[in-house]
């Protein structure tokens, strides 16, 4: 079974610009969890989308958004990029349903913004 | 709102020793997950170990095991027979309840450095 896919792996932009990534989940999985690793700040939930809808957010000004198709691939939007946005953008797949919903991580894209 | 504290931000463990990686946590859901994961350099995070709060024995999994004290809220990771690979960041992590959905609170992480 593969696993959790995030495309591109690398990307860096400028100030300014506006960036989509993209994240595939474990086949069956109907939930994806976006988080952002920073030195400064850890890890930080993003959002969750469970099929198609989101389902819970964190404390992201709205420059910051997702959405989730039919197959469940995932893509997150940043728009009017901030230095401070130069991250490790971590994507996590479960099914989504009641139990332990163990989070299956991918192995993120790290962005660079100059 | 949950809060997970990892107070060591470092450690070095000699090969094939055990290591204990501390983590308390505070949440007034009476529900909750908590989880360890590993990051190595490369970024990925692995999952390791989960523990309900429900759960009455202790969650083992291979060399890894979860020792949960609920009442102190302490849900600390032993790694026993510490290999050159286990050299990684740890991070604990708690879901909440219901209302939290899936969504994660991580620790500071545990900078993991095993000496051969």
Redesign the interface.
């Known amino acids: 079974k593969a696993g959790v896919t995030q495309t591109p792996r690398y990307l860096i932009k400028t100030r300014g610009q506006q960036v989509t990534l993209s994240c595939s989940p474990i086949s069956g999985h109907r939930s994806v969890s976006w988080y952002q690793q920073t030195p400064g700040q850890g890890l930080q939930f993003l959002f969750e989308y469970f099929s198609e809808t989101q389902r819970n957010k964190g404390n992201f000004p709205g420059r910051f958004s997702g959405r989730q198709f039919s197959n469940s691939r995932s893509e997150m939007n940043v728009s009017t990029l901030e230095l401070g946005d130069s991250a490790l953008y971590l994507c996590a797949s479960s099914t989504g349903l009641a139990g332990p919903m163990e989070q299956f991580f991918g192995p993120g894209t790290r962005l660079t913004v100059l | 709102a949950q809060k997970i504290t990892q107070t060591q931000p470092g450690m070095f463990v000699q090969e094939k020793e055990a290591v204990t990686l501390d983590c308390t946590y505070d949440t007034s859901d009476q529900s909750y ?1 908590l ?1 360890w ?1 590993k990051q190595p350099s ?6 390791l170990i ?1 523990q ?1 709060s429900y759960d009455e024995q202790n969650a083992t999994e291979g060399r890894y095991s979860l020792n949960f004290q609920k009442a102190r809220k302490s849900a600390n990771l032993v790694i026993s027979a510490s290999q050159l690979g286990d050299s990684a960041m740890y ?1 604990c ?1 708690m ?1 909440g309840g219901k209302a ?10 545990t900078r993991v450095l095993v000496k051969p």
Not at chain 2, 42 to 47: K, L, Y
Request: hydrophobic share 40%.
């Open positions: 997950g989880f994961y490369s970024g990925e995070m692995i999952f989960y309900g991070f992590a879901r939290a959905g899936n969504k994660l609170t991580f620790g500071g992480g």
